[in-house]
């Protein structure tokens, strides 16, 4: 996927759009938290986000999600290899024509989050 | 009825051609002995463009199960496999997995868990995987290898099960054994397989969803949890119709239990996988011999077939299961499950319990004819004998020379 690359430099420069909604279980002030919605920001919503363990595998909850983007939650450590199925998938879906190439999604491992 | 061709094709071979023919979106990979030569063949034939699926090697059993898990959850038809000490480096992801509900299938080639290391067969491997939410077809020859991957993905894929498949066949004896092989015209399989068009898990730019998503509180564990049992509980009606189309296709049909001369059998052995040729000829045997004895192999372990087994074993005079696993401390896993199938008939028979074959163990003739007696024995005074673990006198003495060789001394 090429996509040309953007300067970021205040706060400005972000989209006004949020594409991690408030309300989470993730404690008052989390800055974890706040660096993954500004994250967001950038990554837009044709996103899927593998976790691992960690503060943020309780963002989504059943049967509730903040992400305008998918998720999925893999276990301990191995978040990395669940991105990279995710991303072999979607390769192989794509060339066989079972997938459009529109609907292909950014594979992002969120990590960091006091487990990983 | 189509059929391409029939060739000599070892377990392993025929495992990887069920997921050639069934036209896989992805094999993620990593090698174990005695299963590597299934990823061998579909690297080659990757490489080579003769299969369109994609092949990636990955840095161990745990991310393997992973990837595989990952890219069903994303909406790929997947295959992948693994052994032994491989199947427990990834076992998290076995539970994992069946819980996403996404129907990949999964070859184990049973070998002997460590310690001490081996590398040849039993179950204790597999069945350690039989409470995580894979389904289990356990075959005993090459063909039935090929058609059970074939029929995994028919069943695991059906909307009312949605669980992904184990297929074992045994490491050495069958993986590494040649044996002939009818292959399925692809556009045959084509037409009985489909393409997996998943409505339930999947991962698209336009239809975001979150999946693996935790739970709080046990009312909402449970509820997902007894979906799984429930789902399970579909699939032997799931297996029957897969079976009956399947014979319509290719002419093989396949049960849940596979019985041998069973008709008029008063006394049954129970067995499973490739050495259930061992039990074949020796009911051949006895049948010789004018001896009323049949063999019930298992095939399907998970469902597991209750239904099936009351209605095969229910009325018979005496039943010996051999379990070719050891749960430490209980002894032959099957045994306790298939009592569990009886308790209720009326008809139960006595139900012996032996173990054998563990590591390979070879099943000799003479332990056979032990476990005869000890049926006729059962059968003529309702007396169970206690559970046997087999041994023969020939390999203990074997034993006694490799540990006087290390310097070592048992009491007799």
């Known amino acids: 996927m090429s996509r040309e690359l953007t300067a970021y430099k205040n706060l400005k420069d972000l989209a006004l759009k949020e594409f991690i909604l408030p309300g989470t279980t993730a404690c008052g002030g989390c800055g974890g938290l706040e660096a993954l919605r500004l994250a967001a920001k950038v990554l837009g919503d044709r996103v899927v986000y593998v976790n691992a363990a960690g503060c943020f595998t309780l963002l989504s909850v059943f049967p509730y999600t903040p992400f305008r983007g998918s998720w999925l939650y893999t276990t301990m450590g191995s978040a990395p290899a669940g991105a990279q199925g995710v991303r072999d998938a979607l390769d192989a879906l794509i060339a066989r024509g079972k997938v459009k190439p529109e609907d292909d999604v950014q594979v992002v491992v969120v990590a960091g989050d006091g487990a990983t | ?412």
Request: glycine content about 8%; charged content about 20%.
């Open chain 2, 1 to 412: 009825m189509s059929e391409a061709a029939t060739t000599m094709l070892t377990g392993n071979a025929a495992a990887a051609w069920g997921a050639r023919l069934a036209d896989v979106d992805y094999v993620p990979a990593f090698p174990i002995t005695p299963q590597t030569e299934i990823i061998e063949t579909l690297a080659r034939w990757s490489a080579a463009g003769e299969m369109a699926g994609r092949f990636v090697s990955m840095d161990s059993e745990h991310s393997m199960l992973t990837a595989a898990g990952a890219a069903a959850a994303t909406g790929a038809r997947v295959f992948t496999a693994t052994s032994s000490q491989g199947l427990l480096y990834g076992f998290e992801l076995l539970y994992t997995v069946a819980g996403w509900r996404v129907p990949l299938v999964l070859v184990n080639v049973s070998r002997g868990l460590a310690s001490p290391i081996t590398l040849e067969p039993d179950h204790n491997d597999v069945l350690a995987a039989r409470d995580c939410g894979f389904l289990q077809i356990h075959a005993e020859t090459c063909q039935e290898v090929l058609d059970s991957v074939l029929m995994a993905y028919k069943i695991a894929e059906d909307p009312r099960v949605l669980l992904p498949v184990i297929v074992n066949l045994d490491g050495f004896s069958l993986s590494f054994t040649r044996e002939p092989v009818t292959l399925p015209e692809p556009s045959s399989v084509s037409g009985y397989l489909g393409t997996y068009n998943p409505r339930h898990a999947f991962i698209r730019g336009k239809r975001p969803m979150a999946q693996g998503v935790s739970v709080l509180g046990g009312s909402v564990y449970s509820y997902f949890r007894y979906q799984m049992q429930l789902a399970a509980e579909n699939a032997p009606k799931v297996h029957e119709e897969a079976a009956a189309e399947f014979e319509r296709l290719f002419g093989r049909r396949y049960g849940l239990v596979d019985d041998y001369r069973l008709d008029d059998a008063e006394l049954v052995l129970v067995m499973s996988n490739s050495f259930a040729t061992k039990g074949r000829a020796a009911v051949n045997r006895w049948r010789a011999r004018g001896l009323r004895v049949g063999l019930l192999r298992l095939r399907v372990l998970r469902p597991f077939p209750r239904d099936a087994i009351r209605l095969a074993l229910a009325g018979r005079k005496a039943v010996a299961v051999i379990d070719q696993n050891l749960s430490v401390g209980f002894g032959g896993i099957t045994v306790g499950e298939i009592a569990h199938a009886l308790y209720d008939d009326p008809h139960r028979p006595p139900l012996l319990s032996y173990v054998g074959g563990l590591g390979g163990k070879e099943i000799s003739e003479g332990e056979f004819e032990q476990i005869l007696d000890d049926l006729q024995f059962a059968a003529s005074t309702g007396v169970t004998p206690p559970p046997r673990l087999l041994y023969t006198e020939a390999e203990a003495g074997q034993m006694r020379t490799l540990l006087t060789i290390a310097g070592k001394e048992i009491d007799r």
